[in-house]
Each structure stands twice: as structure tokens, then as C-alpha cells.
């Protein structure tokens, strides 16, 4: 099992930055691919950003490119997303997921293990 613990997010306005942290414990070895998701109310989760434990790809929705930038920890076995110029729209709870498969995916179904959620909530 794998298990993954989300921190870091919170309440911040319009503009503003967040960078949120996901610590990954347990039999990490068996994941490749490490993403971030947020669902907002009333929608369906959405794919935001991933990156493998190795190499150097990364991989964003249009939605936030450059804006936010994942990047990871591999002697800390932790992801993070800084996510800079923050808009109301960006108001989610953000998940951590890991996928034991080696090629990316934005299709939250193709996950296997996924954290609690951080609510990040961005005000106008």
C-alpha cells in the first residue's frame, strides 16, 4: 500500500501563491507517477499537473501552465505544486494520486492511490 498525505493549502486572494506539499510513505517503489487533481463543487475532478519519480517531464493542464509548477523530492519521497498567481477559478480541494503504471495519464480512473485533499480557497 501507499500512502499519501496532502498539506499546504489554504485561504489566499487573488494574485497570491500556495505551494502544496504531498508526502508519499509505504511501498513507493511500485509508483511512477505522481499527480495532483482538484474538484471543485458541483464538478468533477479535474487533472492538473504530473511528474515521475524519474526523468525530467511534467506534464499540466492548459488551465494552469505556467502558472503552477510541479516538482518532487525523490530523498523525501514528496510532491509539491507551487501554484503563483492564484484566481478565484483555482478555488478546489486539491488531491495528491499515485499511479503504478509508467506512462502518464490525466484520467483520474487510472490512479491507484490517492490522499485526503487540501481545500485551497482563492478570494476575488
Known amino acids: 500500500q501507499v500512502q499519501l498525505v496532502e498539506s499546504g493549502g489554504g485561504l489566499v486572494q487573488a494574485g497570491g501563491s500556495l505551494r502544496l506539499s504531498c508526502a508519499a510513505s509505504?511501498?513507493?517503489?511500485?509508483?511512477?507517477?505522481m499527480g495532483w487533481f482538484r474538484q471543485a463543487p458541483g464538478k468533477e475532478r479535474e487533472f492538473v499537473a504530473a511528474i515521475r519519480w524519474s526523468g525530467d517531464d511534467t506534464y499540466y493542464a492548459d488551465s494552469v501552465k505556467g502558472r503552477f509548477t510541479i516538482a518532487r523530492d525523490n530523498g523525501k519521497n514528496t510532491v509539491f505544486l507551487q501554484m503563483n498567481s492564484l484566481k478565484p477559478e483555482d478555488t478546489a480541494v486539491y488531491y495528491c494520486?499515485?499511479?503504478?503504471?509508467?506512462?502518464?495519464?490525466?484520467?483520474?480512473?487510472?490512479?491507484?492511490?490517492w490522499g485526503q485533499g487540501t481545500q485551497v480557497t482563492v478570494s476575488s
Open positions: 509505504g511501498r513507493t517503489f511500485r509508483t511512477y507517477v
Open positions: 494520486a499515485a499511479r503504478t503504471r509508467y506512462y502518464y495519464s490525466q484520467d483520474s480512473g487510472s490512479y491507484d492511490y
